[in-house]
């Protein structure tokens, strides 16, 4: 018999649905029941592509003695971090704070009504040294809430009294100048790994927004040590095995320090902040690797990550038939039989394949060398290697896709897929692929149609069905990629999207009296607290792209209030971001901005004309991270807009034309591009 989790959408929730446990999703039937039968919640929060989550589900939720117990003593609730990230903050703290540490899977014991007594991760199913055993841990919570009643109030008061301390920031009042970028990237330069690229030791996570800061400091010129920082972690991270290099994409992290061995789920996230980071590279440095890695990611993404609706889905397992990694790993008689014995061995050699292996017996493909140095080396033409290597990768690929495939996520969450429409939009405009912005746009389009009820931007959707109110991450993460899908076309509907949602944004979680963004609506469930993540963790945190969101649209519209509450978040977080920078990097991009005087651009010309289209190139070809761009097709197209930006502006002599403005200054405007290189990069 199923329980009741055979109803939600989530695929992580789903794939526990016939567990002997008597599982609840979070909900008020499973609260007042707690209530009403006074028995302690034991609530367990992962995703579905969490390796340990399935280890712990094979171990203790499919064993009918230790559901039992679950099922006796507890009222045990299930919950999918990735739907509802309110909950995994706020109890993930409490972990945390009881810990020290935290992950998932997470296990949390609460009071009836909500609130955190005792919690941790992982949990075996017999004893081991210094970890109890989960059938021995149930049993002595379920003992202490029952007879140690005065115990569990200590705790819980003194939680209570604790949780959300961090995002209980007082309202700032220094100015937000450049210095906080010097001392944040002073503070990163003392982490760095000078010798493998990325920050720290293992694991390591590619943190691409501190590697997004890092190019914008370099671009200022502050610093041409930024650059080698961002040059050699891209390549690095590019040559490893974290990198998919069959079928494109980034595994989650690297167990190691030299991007080898990764843990193999691939997240949506991921894969949207890596592959606009090196486009981004691609327009500082025009390396062909930055731009292939770009373009292999979203074509990973079209290929895998997208439904025929056109929504992107979350993620995609580690495990295939049990085992981590079997998808991805490769043996030399593997490849000889994919590609001949010639073909197979010089291109195994490529990819670093040997027979010993460097994962359980088997090999992650990486490239031990550039591919310059191993045609050099072996007396081959490179054109004639590059050619066997593309060749011979869309070989392997079609063979791997008759292995047993990981499990993939397809729920759609608004705020990931957010992220990845400005990556596409971004790309399109960069590299004058349309398909890209048709990808964007039919992405856009869905979100807006079937993420929407009563005005209410929603959450989460798969196969029709779309619920739970949306949060502060899903309201400035989506209006974030309709507001780069305006700027790559110039349709205006995008942007009256955008602002909408901003406003919709500021009326449901602005709070005047912190001088901020709480990540809850003023319509969300009341819980233990009202969570404010002021941190950017494995993506940016609601507050960052919100403050980063209002500033550029205080640019495009010409209103102040969104410049107001958009750098005013900024300067509670003024001392932080200087002293622990891989913590804010995405807050960093957004002082940069309002500290770095955007460029202004504003061009007027049909998309039909050529002339429009070299002035576009320009533009988006360059790597120029604060800048505004606006368009339209001639001077009547452009009042129609009513955006300060084109007010006035017309064709020159009958010739398109772009007009850039910087600190309230505008320069004369200009039809040729080499005037234009001039203005953008003066």
């Known amino acids: 018999m199923p329980n009741r989790l055979i109803n939600e959408t989530s695929p992580y929730l789903l794939q526990h649905a016939h567990n002997p446990v008597d599982w609840y999703p979070w909900g008020p039937e499973a609260l007042e029941r707690a209530q009403q039968e006074d028995k302690p919640i034991l609530l367990s929060i992962g995703y579905s592509a969490c390796h340990w989550c399935h280890v712990m589900e094979r171990e203790s939720f499919e064993d009918s003695a230790t559901a039992a117990l679950m099922n006796e003593f507890f009222v045990s609730i299930k919950v999918d971090r990735e739907e509802r990230p309110d909950l995994d903050a706020v109890y993930m703290e409490a972990v ?45 919570m379920s003992k202490t809430y029952q007879s140690n009643r005065g115990e569990v109030l200590r705790v819980t008061q003194q939680l209570s009294a604790q949780l959300g301390r961090s995002g209980q920031l007082s309202k700032g009042t220094t100015p937000l100048t450049a210095d906080v970028l010097h001392r944040a990237y002073a503070s990163l330069a ?118 025929p609706a056109g929504g992107f889905y979350s993620a995609q397992d580690a495990d295939s038939e049990g085992e981590e990694g079997k998808f991805f790993i490769w043996t030399p008689g593997q490849f000889r039989a994919a590609l001949g014995d010639k073909d197979g061995d010089l291109l195994g050699g490529f990819f ?35 050619d066997l290597i593309r060749r011979g990768k869309e070989t392997l690929r079609l063979v791997r896709e008759q292995r047993v495939h990981p499990l993939r996520d397809d729920k759609v969450l608004a705020s990931w897929n957010g992220m990845m429409l400005r990556s596409f939009a971004e790309a399109g405009a960069c590299l004058k692929r349309p398909e890209y912005l048709e990808v964007a746009r039919r992405n856009a389009a869905f979100l807006l149609d079937n993420l929407r009820s009563q005005g209410r931007l929603l959450r989460t959707w798969r196969q029709g069905q779309a619920h739970l109110l949306g949060y502060l991450e899903d309201y400035s993460f989506v209006a974030d990629g309709l507001l780069a899908l305006y700027e790559a076309t110039f349709e205006l509907r995008w942007l009256q999207e955008a602002v909408s949602l901003a406003d919709s944004m500021i009326e449901l979680f602005w709070d005047e009296g912190i001088g901020g963004f709480y990540d809850t609506g003023s319509d969300h469930e009341a819980l233990v607290i009202r969570p ?151």
Request: hydrophobic residues 40%.
């Open 352 to 386: 670093g394949l040997t027979e010993a292996g460097n994962f359980e017996g088997q090999t992650i493909l990486h490239m031990p060398q550039r591919p310059i140095n191993f045609a050099k080396e072996h007396g081959l033409d490179l054109d004639g290697l590059l």
């Open 96 to 140: 945390q704070m009881l810990t020290g540490g935290g992950g998932w899977p997470m296990t949390v014991f609460l009071t009836p009504d909500g609130r955190p007594f005792y919690g941790g991760t992982y949990f075996p199913p017999v004893d081991h040294p210094n970890m109890p055993s989960f059938p021995r841990l149930l049993m002595a």
């Open 190 to 307: 003392t982490s760095f790994d000078y010798q493998n690229g990325g920050f720290g030791a293992a694991p390591k996570f590619p943190q691409p927004m501190t590697l997004e800061f890092l190019l914008r400091y370099h671009h200022h010129g502050y610093s041409p040590r930024a650059w080698d920082m961002v040059e050699l972690t891209l390549d690095k991270m590019a040559y490893g095995g974290m990198y998919d290099q069959i079928a494109g994409g980034f595994h989650r992290y690297s167990t190691d320090a030299f991007w080898l061995v990764p843990h193999f789920e691939k997240m949506l996230y991921d894969n949207a902040l890596l592959s606009r980071l090196y486009l981004h590279a691609y327009q500082v440095a025009r390396r062909p690797l930055y731009q292939r890695i770009a373009q292999e990611i979203l074509t990973y993404v079209q290929r895998e990550m997208t439904d």
């Open 532 to 682: 404010r993540d002021i941190f950017d963790n494995a993506q940016p945190c609601g507050g960052s792209v919100a403050s980063d969101l209002l500033l550029r649209l205080a640019v495009v519209t010409g209103n102040q209030e969104y410049a107001r509450k958009g750098a005013a978040p900024m300067r509670a977080l003024n001392e932080l971001m200087g002293r622990a920078p891989a913590g804010v990097g995405h807050w960093l991009a957004a002082l940069d901005f309002y500290a770095g005087a955007p460029k202004e651009v504003a061009v007027i010309g049909s998309r039909d004309d050529p002339a429009t289209l070299t002035l576009l190139d320009v533009i988006f070809g360059s790597y120029l991270p604060n800048k505004v761009v606006t368009g339209a097709a001639d001077g009547q197209a452009a009042a129609g807009t009513n955006l300060p930006l084109l007010a006035g502006r017309d064709l020159v002599g009958g010739k398109p034309a772009a007009y850039v403005c910087q600190n309230y200054t505008c320069q004369l405007p200009v039809t040729e591009p080499a005037e234009l290189v001039k203005q953008l990069t003066g």
